[in-house]
C-alpha cells in the first residue's frame, strides 16, 4: 500500500507542469547604452568597478554585458534579471540613490557624459526558452543576437515552430541556445517578436551549423508547413548581431 503509495505521488510529480519545471517568472530587461566617442573604455571600467557589484548589491541579476563584433556606434548590450517588475523598480531607484553609485558617476563623468543615449526592452521567457544559466568558457564564446519580427497575428505560429523543430534542430545541427524571450511592452512587439540569443564556439562553427540547419529536410518540411497559410516573418524581419562577451560578462 506504501509502495503504491509513493508510486502515484512521484507520477503526479512528473505529470505536473508546476512541479516537473520551475516556470521563469522573472522580469528581464535588455539595455543597450550608446558610449560617446571615446568613452566605450571608461564606461566598460565603471561598469567593471562598480556597476556590477551595485547592481548585484540591490537585488539584480547581472546575465550578461556584451559589445557587438562590428561595433562602429560604441554600444554596450547587457542582460539583467528581476524578480519582478515592482522589484526591478525598487532595486534601480536604491541603486540611483547609493552614494558609492553617485560617488562613481561622478568621478566617471568629471571630463563629460560617457553616454549619449539608452534603450531598454522589457522581456519575458518563452515557454520553450532553455533556463537562463550565465557560464563562463574558455575560449570566450561568441554569442549571436537574433530578433524575429512577425507578420499581425504570426508569433504564436512562430513561436509553435520553434517549440516544436527549431530548438531540436538547433541542437541537432550544434548551435547552443542561451535563452529565448518576448517582449512584455507593446511598443517593444509584444505581440509579434522574438528574441533570441545562440552562444557557439566561434563564427565557423556558427555558419557550418545554420547552412546545415538549413538544408536539413526536417527544417524544410517545418517551415513549409508552418507557413502554408502566408510567411510567418515581414519581409526583412530577422536582425542578426554578433556579440563579443566583455570580461566582466558573468556569461562569456
Given at each position: 500500500?506504501?509502495?503504491?503509495?509513493?508510486?502515484?505521488v512521484l507520477t503526479a510529480a512528473m505529470c505536473s507542469p508546476t512541479l516537473a519545471f520551475a516556470e521563469d517568472s522573472r522580469c528581464y530587461e535588455m539595455r543597450t547604452y550608446y558610449a560617446n566617442s571615446d568613452k566605450l573604455d571608461a564606461l566598460h571600467a565603471r561598469f567593471r568597478d562598480h556597476t556590477v557589484g551595485l547592481f548585484e548589491k540591490h537585488g539584480m541579476t547581472n546575465v550578461g554585458y556584451w559589445v557587438p563584433q562590428d561595433n562602429t556606434d560604441n554600444k554596450l548590450i547587457y542582460i539583467l534579471s528581476y524578480p519582478?517588475?515592482?522589484?526591478?523598480?525598487?532595486s534601480w531607484k536604491a541603486f540611483l540613490a547609493d552614494p558609492v553609485w553617485k560617488a562613481a558617476y561622478a568621478e566617471s563623468t568629471k571630463d563629460g557624459k560617457l553616454i549619449s543615449k539608452v534603450e531598454s526592452v522589457f522581456?519575458?521567457?518563452?515557454?520553450?526558452?532553455?533556463?537562463?544559466?550565465?557560464?563562463?568558457?574558455?575560449p570566450a564564446r561568441l554569442f549571436e543576437l537574433r530578433i524575429y519580427t512577425t507578420n499581425e497575428g504570426r508569433l504564436d505560429g512562430l513561436n509553435a515552430r520553434f517549440?516544436?523543430?527549431t530548438t531540436g534542430l538547433f541542437e541537432k545541427h550544434g548551435l547552443p541556445q542561451f535563452g529565448y524571450w518576448t517582449p512584455t511592452e507593446e511598443a517593444d512587439g509584444r505581440d509579434n517578436r522574438l528574441i533570441y540569443l545562440l552562444a557557439v564556439r566561434d563564427q565557423a562553427t556558427r555558419d557550418a551549423g545554420f547552412k546545415a540547419f538549413g538544408a536539413d529536410p526536417e527544417w524544410k518540411a517545418a517551415r513549409d508547413a508552418s507557413e502554408a497559410n502566408g510567411k510567418l516573418l515581414?519581409?526583412?524581419?530577422?536582425?542578426?548581431?554578433?556579440?563579443?562577451?566583455?570580461?566582466?560578462s558573468p556569461a562569456r
Open positions: 500500500m506504501k509502495a503504491c503509495s509513493l508510486f502515484m519582478s517588475r515592482e522589484a526591478r523598480e525598487a522581456m519575458q521567457t518563452t515557454d520553450y526558452s532553455p533556463a537562463i544559466k550565465p557560464t563562463v568558457t574558455d517549440r516544436d523543430h515581414i519581409k526583412g524581419g530577422v536582425q542578426s548581431i554578433f556579440l563579443v562577451p566583455t570580461d566582466y
